[in-house]
């Protein structure tokens, strides 16, 4: 028997946004992908959240669906993404209320909830200069007043580091550098001081050095606008240096959230220990690194039980391989939830 645990109440009265038992299925003609099998977690006010696991596990499509991006072909099948925009507003309201095109979707996205995508290029329209597309957001949210808006643009542009604010905004993506454009990624992102930015894996594509600099350069603005991040990533090194709070995420669940510092020290889910252990560390000269046995299995098929029990070490058959755990408290001061058998 299998059962769905209802997610549990955990979260301050100042969450920013907080996602429930988020269902969202994609209808293909090789089967139905079920992405996201109830995801919960909260992003407390100010705060930097990650979002961390292997590739295909949903990390993508659960900012996309903050943002209700989700492609067609992807049904969202039940929970609530609710969002409070302001520490004072009473209720919070559920993002999948509206509709994808509403006015009030219009409204939220870009201007209270902004993304930095995967992919920057695929995301900067190659047609426009990079101050047309920043001056475009702020004049649909912000300003009629072009020449203001121009101001802003340039504003936003050196603020994020660009070494001439005037002439990058006068050219096109494919003028700068990966590094440049991803500082104009997150530029355009910002220019609406948006109250949640989802940041979907900003620094992958980049080398160590100026993936350095754009860490940096995102907790120097995050400390200085108070914005709360969604940190998409799936290096624990990156976890460590951007984030307050971690959750964990494993086909389509999360299977963990903690704070940063309990998610290192004291992980208790077999996964994300698995996840630390296959991480390289200074003075660990001795012995191979660990690699979590076997492969994320495949997206079209479901796993009965705890979907990491094929891998898992400790799986007690009986019951990891037929029973969905339950999302369990660990500590409740510090946020922190597991869904394991072996932690319940
Ligand atoms: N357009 C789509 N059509 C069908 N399946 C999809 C589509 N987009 C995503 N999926 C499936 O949804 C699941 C979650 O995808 P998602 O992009 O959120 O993964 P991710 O955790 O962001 O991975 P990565 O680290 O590789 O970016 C995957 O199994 C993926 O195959
Ligand atoms: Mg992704």
Same mark, same amino acid.
């Given at each position: 028997?299998?059962? #769905?645990?209802p ?9 920013? &946004? ?5 269902? &969202?299925?994609f ?6 992908v079920?992405?996201?099998?109830g ?5 407390p ?15 993508s ?10 492609? @067609?072909?992807g ?9 409070? #925009? ?17 006015? $009030? ?32 957001? /702020? ?8 020449? #203001? ?18 002439? /990058? ?5 494919? $003028? ?19 109250t949640?930015?989802? @940041?979907?894996?900003?620094t992958t594509? +980049?080398?160590v050095t100026? #993936?350095? !600099?754009?860490?940096?350069l ?5 400390? $200085? ?10 290096n624990?090194?990156?976890?460590? !240096?951007?984030?307050?709070e971690v959750?964990?995420?494993?086909m ?7 704070? &940063?510092?309990? /998610? ?6 077999p996964?994300?220990?698995?996840? +630390? !252990?296959?991480?390289?560390? +200074? ?9 979590i046995?076997?492969? &994320?299995?495949?997206p079209?098929?479901?796993?009965p ?5 094929p891998?898992?070490?400790v799986?007690?058959?009986? +019951?990891?391989?037929?029973?969905i ?6 500590? @409740? ?11 319940s």
């Open positions: 028997m299998t059962t #769905e645990s997610s549990i109440n955990l979260t301050s009265h100042d969450d920013v &946004v907080r996602v429930e038992d988020l269902k &969202v299925s209808y293909t003609q090789l089967g139905v079920r992405a996201l099998n995801v919960s977690f909260n992003i006010r100010g705060r930097v959240l990650g979002i961390v696991g292997e590739s295909g596990c949903g990390k499509i659960t900012g996309l669906s903050i943002m209700q991006l989700v492609v @067609a072909a049904r969202t099948e039940g929970g609530r993404i609710l969002f409070r #925009e302001d520490a004072g507003q009473e209720p919070p309201v559920n993002i999948l209320d509206y509709g994808k095109n509403s006015p $009030e979707m219009r409204k939220i996205r870009g201007n209270n909830i902004s993304m930095i995508f995967q992919e920057p290029m695929s995301s900067l329209n190659p047609c426009y200069t990079v101050g047309n597309q920043i001056e475009e957001a /702020i004049l649909l949210h912000q300003t009629s007043d072009k020449t #203001e808006a121009h101001k802003r643009a340039v504003d936003v542009l050196t603020k994020v580091g660009m070494p001439n604010p005037s002439r /990058i905004a006068a050219s096109y993506p494919h $003028e700068l550098s990966g590094g440049m454009r991803q500082r104009a990624m997150i530029a355009m992102a910002l220019s609406c001081n948006p949640l930015l989802i @940041a979907d894996e900003p594509a +980049l080398d100026t #993936e350095a !600099q754009i860490l940096d995102m907790r120097g603005l995050q400390s $200085e606008i108070g914005t709360s991040i969604m940190f998409i990533t799936h624990m090194g990156v976890v460590a !240096q951007m984030c307050d959750a964990v995420m494993y389509g669940r999360v299977v963990e959230r903690a704070t &940063v510092d309990d /998610i290192f020290y004291e992980p208790r889910h996964y994300t220990i698995s996840l +630390l !252990q296959s991480i390289p560390r +200074l003075g660990r000269t001795k012995g191979r690194l660990a690699s046995e076997g492969s &994320v299995p495949d079209y098929s479901t796993t039980g705890c979907s990491f029990h891998r898992c070490p799986a007690i058959k009986g +019951l990891c391989d037929t029973i755990p339950e999302e369990t408290i660990v500590d @409740a001061a510090k946020g922190h939830t597991v869904r394991c058998h072996l932690n």
